[in-house]
Nanobody, 130 residues
Framework: QVQLVESGGGLVQPGDSLRLACAVS????????MGWFRQGLEKEREFVAA???????????YYSNPVKGRFTISRDSAKNTLYLQMNSLKPEDTALYYC????????????????????WGQGTQVTVSS
């Protein structure tokens, strides 16, 4: 059984940084597409970032427009851990952040959809407020 455990959330001020981590156990990690979604209060869950194996020796990264240039997704296969480095945080980044393990090798457009995700973490809260 696959388990995803997030950590690293917290309360920060606008402009601060946070790094989220997602420890993966019980399933393949090295070539599996992984991502981050978030859900604000009374909002739908939305795509944040994804890391998808390109079939060779590297992973391609994808970001939603609101976080592009501020967030960076990365992964450490030796530790089976996915990361999300978040810089220049804004109040609108406030949300519950979920780690996601995709089903199979999703097509590009599938990365944006929660319906393409097989496994979710429990979420970690990020609050950006002055």
């Amino acid at each position: 059984q696959v388990q995803l455990v997030e950590s690293g959330g917290g309360l920060v001020q606008p402009g601060d940084s946070l790094r989220l981590a997602c420890a993966v156990s019980g399933g393949t990690f090295s070539t599996t597409a992984m991502g981050w979604f978030r859900q604000g209060l009374e909002k739908e869950r939305e795509f944040v970032a994804a890391s998808r194996w390109n079939g060779g020796a590297a992973f391609n990264s994808y970001y939603s427009n609101p976080v592009k240039g501020r967030f960076t997704i990365s992964r450490d296969s030796a530790k089976n851990t996915l990361y999300l480095q978040m810089n220049s945080l804004k109040p609108e980044d406030t949300a519950l952040y979920y780690c996601a393990r995709y089903r199979g090798r999703p097509i590009l457009s599938g990365l944006w959809s929660p319906g393409s995700v097989d496994d979710w973490g429990q979420g970690t809260q990020v609050t950006v407020s002055s």
